[in-house]
């Protein structure tokens, strides 16, 4: 779902998780040397829209060694892994650097900064491909070896992570890769207050977090309109843990659920849907306020392929008209 990808990729848009994905997961003797109170953000209008098929891109700034390094993060959306992902990888870094030599007016035998490339694999298997570009590229003989390119990215395989691995680590981030991995329910509500303590100091960043988990129940769960009373993270945990038994009885993988009884399986298709009705509209009042009356008779005849579409068109609506208008 788009509104899902959009809130996981609006995650990585705070600094302090930037700082968390190199610290703890590149954990490479260079990131000690980063000034990460220089952490900026920076334009990525130098990749077309078209180029963005399967992922999503974001690029950072920070200081090392008195020179900018440039961190370009890459995140696949797709539960399958692109196997010319070096490809990708390598036309992204020429087109910043060719951004960087018309907007810094670089002069003959300036440097070009430094870019760590960086793939976030969110796929429940892990990847397998090469991440070199050089291992895509066929060698005839030696003298043509010697010309093929070679670029590295560095991969993290989210799902891949034990999970005490990630406890261990016990951050923002590892706490997201851990609500990301398939587990028991009850499971989830103790990282979900774990998130909360970690993120509590923030504000900004506990809204994006809520945002992502919001989408995550409404994805997941058999009844994710039971949460619409909570207010932040914790009141979800507390709710999550306190009532599983009378919302919920299986965290929902991949969209299925097994050993259910058909007639039973119909209402509660009937009651997530209206679940979802209850979903969307509070997401709609947090983002235009009150509504309109012709709102509540659109969502109440909806079937639930245009609640999906209404829920991903959300993130992208400049006013409520927009989030209506037809597919």
């Known amino acids: 779902m788009k509104a899902h990808d959009a809130s996981y990729k609006a995650i990585f848009t705070h600094p302090e998780i930037i700082q968390q994905l190199l610290q703890d997961f590149v954990k490479q003797d260079w990131v000690k040397e980063l000034d990460f109170s220089t952490l900026e953000k920076t334009n990525d209008h130098y990749v077309s829209e078209d180029l963005r098929e399967r ?43 060719q951004d960087l ?29 090469p991440l070199n570009i050089n291992e895509l590229i066929a060698k005839p003989n030696e003298i043509l070896a010697h010309y093929c390119p070679t670029l590295s990215f560095f991969l993290i395989d989210e799902c891949q992570y034990p999970q005490e ?25 103790k990282q979900v ?64 659920f097994q050993g259910r009884q058909e007639g039973l399986q119909k209402g509660r298709q009937e009651g997530r849907q209206e679940g979802e ?28 392929d245009e609640l999906e579409f209404w829920v991903e068109a959300i993130l992208d609506a400049k006013t409520l008209d927009e989030v209506f208008l037809p597919r």
């Open 101 to 129: 030599i018309k907007s810094q007016h670089l002069k003959t035998h300036d440097k070009l900064p430094p870019v760590m490339p960086i793939v976030l694999h969110r796929g429940q298997k892990a990847w397998k491909y």
């Open 277 to 304: 009705v209850l979903v969307l509209k509070k997401l709609l009042r947090k983002r235009f306020g009150n509504l309109p009356s012709w709102v509540d008779d659109k969502l109440g005849k909806a079937c639930a």
């Open 165 to 189: 691995t990630l406890m261990a680590i016990d951050n923002a981030l590892a706490t997201l890769f851990q609500l990301e991995q398939p587990s028991e329910i009850l499971v989830k509500a």
């Open 55 to 97: 992922f999503d891109d974001m690029v950072w700034k920070v200081r090392w060694q008195q020179q900018d390094l440039y961190v370009y993060l890459l995140i696949e959306f797709q539960s399958e892994a692109d196997y010319f992902m070096p490809v990708r990888m390598m036309t992204y870094i020429g087109l910043l650097y």
């Open 193 to 256: 207050a774990r998130l909360f303590l970690l993120v509590k100091h923030a504000p900004a960043l506990e809204r994006v977090f809520r945002v992502w988990v919001d989408h995550i129940l409404a994805m997941r769960l058999e009844n994710p309109a039971a949460f619409k009373a909570a207010t932040n993270l914790e009141e979800i945990a507390i709710m999550l843990e306190e009532c599983v038994d009378s919302w919920v009885t299986q965290w929902r993988n991949d969209g299925i």
